[in-house]
């Protein structure tokens, strides 16, 4: 993340009990079933009747096939959907964590290197090569089994393939992070822990010529224990964190200074909300493309660091987010870094973030416990 003086003012407190619940999700979108009656537009899986048919082994009339292909509907990264009866539909089950996005160390922060403590959610990505190891895109840990990052993060390049994740990190080049207080006491961290990879899940759509639904999940091979050092981000569940629109946001990560060197220290930057029209046309300029860039406003979302400061190579996956007041002033995550500056400090041009509140359905219809 390439770097230059800025002032970030973070007063986080911690939240041990939410009064209002993270949680309580909006209903299925309604539709109209084939027979003009009030229905849920809910994926194949989950509606009782219809997927009963679709898996018996007796082909089914012609007046029931009419009836599931009049049924279809359209649920962003769902790969087949139906307007299901509201008596058919099988409530899904949330794995995300109502207790999150609580940072533990209270800080008001100048310049962009953080603390431990801080983001206790931050996950590096580790690739392997003939015995060789490396680290290179971030995530957030969503629960404590599940990363969320970006679908390209998942393909191989030069041989590098990803096997595990580093959880409870923050400052590379100490086995050890602890905090050291002015009267010479500190406060450690647990060792960072890492963890092998049992099996990703990339969107169905991703398209990475188009940039779009750059998203992905890494299902851990065992659980982890949640601690100061390690714990859960929030994501916006819920329809009224969804509808926010935040002027600003922090994005974190490992990658790139504009030294063009890798950190090794967790950087945070504050970015400034650029709206999709906008970024567009300063993309196209500023980068010198030959063609226009085309963005999803539905799917996508765009910051821009000041004096320079953007994300870079390396900081692929790592999340943006921001403190939400409506849940109680937790960290919550609202876009993925997908696009970020590849010329990391030189000149401000804003970077494009898959929006995480487009793909809820998708990122729960996901995970299993």
Same mark, same amino acid.
């Given at each position: 993340m390439a770097s230059s003086k800025i002032?970030?003012? %973070? %007063?986080? @407190?911690?939240?041990v009990c939410s009064v209002l619940s993270l949680h309580s999700t909006e209903s299925d979108p309604s539709c109209l079933t084939p027979t003009n009656k009030a229905g849920n537009c809910v994926a194949i899986e989950r509606c009782r009747n219809i997927l @009963?048919?679709?898996r018996s082994k007796k082909p089914p009339k012609q007046s029931v096939?009419?009836?599931?292909? #009049?049924?279809?509907?359209? %649920?962003?990264g769902v790969a087949r959907s139906v307007c299901c009866q509201p008596k058919e539909v099988v409530r899904r089950r949330n794995l995300l964590p109502e207790n999150c996005g609580n940072i533990?160390?209270?800080k008001m922060a100048e310049g962009n290197q953080t603390e431990p403590f801080q983001y206790p959610w931050m996950v590096v990505l580790q690739y392997s090569k003939n015995g060789a190891q490396r680290d290179s895109c971030g995530g957030s840990l969503i629960n404590n089994r599940y990363v969320l990052t970006a679908a390209h993060c998942m393909q191989a390049r030069d041989g590098w393939m990803l096997s595990k994740v580093r959880l409870g990190e923050q400052d590379k080049s100490k086995e050890i992070d602890c905090i050291v207080y002015s009267n010479g006491e500190k406060s450690c961290a647990d060792p960072p822990v890492d963890v092998?990879?049992?099996?990703t899940v990339v969107h169905s759509q991703y398209n990475p010529s188009k940039l779009l639904h750059d998203i992905a999940l890494i299902r851990m091979v065992h659980y982890v224990e949640f601690s100061y050092s390690i714990q859960p981000i929030c994501l916006p569940v819920r329809q009224d964190v969804r509808n926010l629109s935040l002027q600003k946001y922090i994005v974190t990560g490992w990658g790139m200074t504009e030294k063009l060197v890798p950190s090794d220290v967790l950087l945070q930057a504050i970015m400034d909300s650029v709206a999709i029209p906008e970024c567009q046309r300063t993309i196209t300029k500023r980068a010198n493309r030959a063609r226009p860039i085309n963005l999803s406003e539905k799917?996508?979302?765009? @910051?821009? #660091?000041?004096d320079h400061v953007a994300a870079c190579e390396g900081d692929s996956g790592s999340p943006l987010g921001f403190n939400v007041r409506n849940v109680e002033a937790r960290f919550v995550q609202f876009g993925i870094v997908s696009v970020g500056a590849n010329n990391c400090g030189e000149r401000s041009i804003p970077e494009v973030y898959t929006r995480v509140s487009s793909y809820m359905d998708w990122i729960i219809e996901n995970m299993h416990p």
């Open positions: 002032f970030i003012c %973070l %007063l986080i @407190a911690i939240h @009963a048919i679709v096939q009419n009836y599931i292909k #009049g049924a279809n509907c359209t %649920l962003p533990v160390h209270q092998a990879i049992e099996s799917y996508q979302m765009c @910051a821009e #660091g000041k």
